[in-house]
C-alpha cells in the first residue's frame, strides 16, 4: 500500500500517486482507503441508470467511460474498477479529482472549485469559471514566495474552536502550456491533465503548505473590457449565490446524508468571510500588477481580516 495525506485526511492506496511525495506510513492509521476491486454498474436505488454519476445517502457511484467506474463510500472507501484499455494516468485523474469530490461532501467538507495560496492575513481563495487563471495566478503568487495550498479542489471546513479553514490538498497544480512557459518551465515530463491535452499536472515539490490555514477571503475571478482592474464586494444573498455557484462537482451533493450539514457551513461561509468579485481584462502581461493589488487590499483590510 502507499500512504498519502491530504485535506487533513490518511489515505492509504494501492494505487501509486507519481509526483506527490508518500507520507510515513508509522505515524498513523489511514482513514480513507483506496483500492482496486469490483464497482457495480449502477446503485440499487436508481432509476437512472444511463446517469454518469448516482447518488445514495451514503454511496456515490461514478462512471467514466473508457476510464473506471468508482464507488465512494461512508467517507472512508474509495472502489476503483478500471476498464480493461483505460489508461493508468487517467484513471489517477478521475480518482484525484470527481471522486475525491465525492469523498469530501461525504466528510462533510465543503469543496470549492479553486485554488488557494497562504498568505500573512489568511488563506486566499480564487474561484471562478473554468480557463479564467486561477491556477495561473496561483502559480504567480507561488513564485513570489507564498505558499500553495491548493488547486482545483479547495477544500473549506470548520475546526473545533469554530475557525473556517483551507485545507492543504495533494501538493500540484493543473495549468496550461503558455502560463507554463511564462513561469519559465518546460512541459517535459509532465502528465496531460485533459484528454485534449490543454493543461498539464505540475507537481509541487516545494513551497506547498501542508498545514490547514485560517480563511481569509474568497475571490471570484471574472473577464472585464475595462482597462483597469475592478474590485466590487458582493453583500446580501448574492454572497451565497456565489459560494453556491462554484462548488466543486455540486450535482453530488443532493440526496447525501451531509448535505444539510454542508449547506450549513457554506452559509457560515458567507455570514463570516468577504466574498469579492476581481474583474479583469485577462491580459497575461498583468499578472504581476494584479498580484500587486491584491496585496494592498489585502493590506488594507487587515484590520478585519476580510473585505466588506
Not at 500540484?172 to 507554463?180: F, G, T, V
Request: glycine share 8%; with cysteine.
Amino acid at each position: 500500500m502507499f500512504h498519502y495525506r491530504a485535506y487533513e485526511i490518511n489515505f492509504a492506496s494501492d494505487i501509486e500517486f507519481p509526483g506527490i511525495a508518500p507520507t510515513d506510513d508509522g505515524l498513523t492509521l489511514p482513514t480513507v482507503t483506496i483500492r482496486r476491486g469490483e464497482v457495480p454498474e449502477f446503485l440499487d436505488s436508481q432509476q437512472d441508470n444511463n446517469a454518469y454519476f448516482q447518488v445514495e445517502p451514503h454511496r456515490i457511484l461514478l462512471k467514466i467511460d473508457g476510464v473506471a467506474r468508482y464507488l465512494i463510500t461512508h467517507g472512508r472507501e474509495i472502489t476503483v474498477a478500471p476498464v480493461p484499455e483505460a489508461h493508468a494516468d487517467t484513471v489517477r485523474l478521475f480518482l484525484l479529482g470527481s471522486a475525491m469530490g465525492a469523498l469530501l461532501y461525504q466528510r462533510a467538507l465543503l469543496p470549492l472549485h479553486g485554488s488557494a495560496v497562504e498568505t500573512p492575513w489568511g488563506a486566499m481563495v480564487f474561484v471562478g469559471p473554468q480557463g479564467i487563471g486561477k491556477s495561473t495566478l496561483a502559480a504567480h503568487f507561488q513564485q513570489r514566495g507564498y505558499r500553495i495550498l491548493s488547486d482545483d479542489v479547495c477544500v473549506l471546513s470548520r475546526d473545533g474552536s469554530d475557525h473556517l479553514r483551507v485545507l492543504p490538498a495533494f501538493p500540484k497544480l493543473r495549468l496550461c502550456p503558455d502560463a507554463l512557459e511564462r513561469l519559465g518551465k518546460s512541459t517535459e515530463n509532465l502528465l496531460r491533465a485533459r484528454f485534449d491535452g490543454e493543461k498539464f499536472v505540475v507537481p509541487v515539490s516545494t513551497g506547498h503548505c501542508p498545514r490547514p490555514v485560517n480563511l481569509g477571503t474568497i475571490h471570484l475571478l471574472s473577464t472585464s473590457e475595462a482597462p483597469d482592474f475592478v474590485v466590487r464586494p458582493f453583500s446580501g444573498f448574492s454572497r451565497i449565490d456565489q459560494l453556491l455557484a462554484n462548488l466543486y462537482r455540486p450535482e453530488y451533493l443532493h440526496g447525501l446524508a451531509s448535505e444539510a450539514n454542508i449547506l450549513r457551513l457554506a452559509f457560515s461561509i458567507t455570514r463570516q468571510t468577504g466574498i469579492v468579485e476581481i474583474a479583469h481584462n485577462r491580459d497575461p502581461d498583468r499578472i504581476e500588477e494584479l498580484i500587486d493589488l491584491l496585496e494592498r487590499e489585502w493590506l488594507r483590510c487587515s484590520t478585519t481580516g476580510h473585505y466588506n
